[in-house]
């Protein structure tokens, strides 16, 4: 019986443990998504950029208040925004944050900073935040709704 009851505790303490290492595991695959949505967004890729996006599924809120309530929706904007952009100069996200809520579903937050150079000459400069909640259904992370928000 003491065994049997030793086995049992030593499952008891290394569940945990096993629950935090897949977290950090689920957590570092977010991350390399973004990492990877961040690239194309900077190199200006929308065809690598929408490959982040569940087609099906996506859903999303403007900074606007308006709603995107599928990838059509949003595909124009992004599409338009990326034309109208000579050079992305610097594009910084600060304060990232991912919680995973099981295996199959994360939520990233971040603040960023943006400088870009636009082809008719003007640099702009914004600034906000963004909620991504990803989801792994597929077998891959992709974005099934995004929110931005821009500071004054």
């Known amino acids: 019986m003491f065994k049997f009851n030793l086995c049992i505790l030593a499952l008891v303490l290394a569940f945990p443990i096993h629950a935090v290492t897949n977290s950090k595991t689920l957590e570092k695959e977010v991350l390399e998504s973004f990492r990877s949505l961040t690239d194309a967004s900077q190199a200006l890729d929308a065809r690598s950029y929408f490959q982040h996006f569940d087609q ?7 900074s606007d208040g308006t709603n995107w309530n ?48 636009l082809k008719n000459g003007e640099t702009i400069n914004v600034s906000g935040g963004g909620t991504q909640v990803w989801s792994k259904r597929s077998g891959k992370w992709k974005l099934v709704s995004v929110s931005a928000s821009n500071k004054p």
């Open 56 to 62: 099906d599924k996506f859903v999303g809120l403007n």
């Open 70 to 117: 599928s990838i059509d929706d949003l595909a124009p904007l992004i599409n338009i925004a990326f034309d109208s952009i000579q050079e992305v100069i610097s594009l910084e996200f600060l304060n990232v944050k991912v919680s995973i809520i099981d295996s199959y579903t994360a939520i990233l937050v971040n603040e960023f900073s943006q400088s870009m150079l």
